[in-house]
């Protein structure tokens, strides 16, 4: 099974200020669609690795960042996904 962490926004713009961040952080973060499986106004997420969550979680606190959610995104076998939110 596939896993994937993805942190998804009500706006565009608290997307790209918040991989700038991450990035400034040297936390590896990838800007992606908005999976299917998370309803969000935004089409636009950030993907990150498991072991960076909390850090991600410290930087959106600090910097104040509006966000949808946190979400945890598995592919099971044959193709297809669930999501579930994070605390």
């Known amino acids: 099974m596939e896993t994937m962490y993805i942190v998804a926004f009500n706006s565009t713009h608290n997307a790209i200020k918040t991989e700038k961040l991450l ?12 999976p299917r499986e998370i309803s969000a106004s935004c089409g636009i997420s950030i993907k990150f690795e498991k072991e960076d969550l909390e850090r ?9 960042i509006d966000c949808k959610g946190l979400f945890m995104i598995e592919k099971h076998e044959g193709g297809k996904r669930s999501a579930s939110e994070l605390n």
């Open 56 to 64: 991600v979680k410290n930087v959106l606190s600090e910097n104040s």
């Open 23 to 34: 990035q400034k952080d040297d936390i590896k973060a990838t800007t992606l669609p908005t």
